[in-house]
């Protein structure tokens, strides 16, 4: 058996061994803030479902990977990065800034290494367009122009889960609620994380929703809060 197949099978023990249930209740746990992200995908979910499946992506899915970063989005914290990002990502690139922005918290690093990979990927001939890669200041306003709007990160996105889907051909042969796992997992790790990687990190605990990390600082799974809201 190969070490692929040995971790597909891994993979399914761990997400399919403990069925629906979760040790936390997520809902209690987040109060509030999971009563308004639930709310703000529930307000937008009609808008967004022909972005995701625009690329064939099912608009669930894809609202479930990100719906973490929903729960601890902070406008006043989003503001002052992205003014940072405006100024000093355009200028110079992620040595410059390389903050989160938005709702999906996306990384102008994430955006450029979803680019490349679609550029080479044969998506693009599919779709037909290819992202401006070169390493200027208008390649880079381009592309936070981009993750500035609603619609522009709901195709990063969708994208990176396409491009998931080619990379990890694993993922087909997983039910729906265990693709999320997966894909949660290395959205919130890496878009480079590997097959054997996104397994281990599955199931460790790092998320959390404070804005300065102390020693009574919760930490929770992000692929099992993901996985949480899908099956609701």
């Not at 761990?14 to 040790?23: E, V």
């Not at 995908?41 to 719906?67: C, Q, S, T, Y």
């Not at 300065?212 to 799974?221: A, D, E, S, W």
Request: charged share 20%; glycine share 6%.
């Amino acid at each position: 058996m190969t070490n692929v197949r040995q971790c597909l099978m891994l993979c399914i023990l761990l997400l399919t061994g403990s069925g629906t249930a979760f040790s936390v209740n997520y809902p209690k746990a987040f109060g509030d803030d999971w009563t308004s992200a639930a709310q703000f995908v529930h307000e937008h979910h009609a808008a967004w479902k022909p972005l995701f499946e625009e690329f064939g992506v099912d608009a669930r899915l894809a609202e479930a990977i990100v719906f973490p970063e929903l729960i601890r989005y902070s406008r006043w914290q989003d503001e002052i990065e992205t003014a940072a990002v405006n100024g000093l990502y355009v200028l110079q690139g992620t040595s410059g800034a390389n903050f989160s922005i938005g709702r999906f918290q996306m990384k102008p690093s994430f955006a450029e290494e979803v680019e490349a990979a679609w550029n080479q990927s044969a998506l693009a001939k599919e779709y037909g367009f290819v992202f401006n890669l070169q390493d200027g200041a208008e390649a880079r306003r381009s592309r936070i122009r981009r993750l500035g709007t609603m619609e522009g990160q709901c195709r990063y996105l969708a994208i990176f889960i396409r491009l998931q889907f080619l990379r990890h051909p694993q993922l087909q042969s997983l039910p729906s609620q265990e693709q999320v796992a997966l894909l949660a997992t290395i959205y919130n790790r890496s878009f480079s994380t590997t097959w054997e990687q996104a397994c281990q990190l599955r199931r460790q605990k790092h998320f959390h929703t404070d804005m300065i990390v102390t020693r009574h600082t919760k930490r929770y799974c992000y692929a099992d809060i993901a996985q949480a809201f899908f099956q609701k």
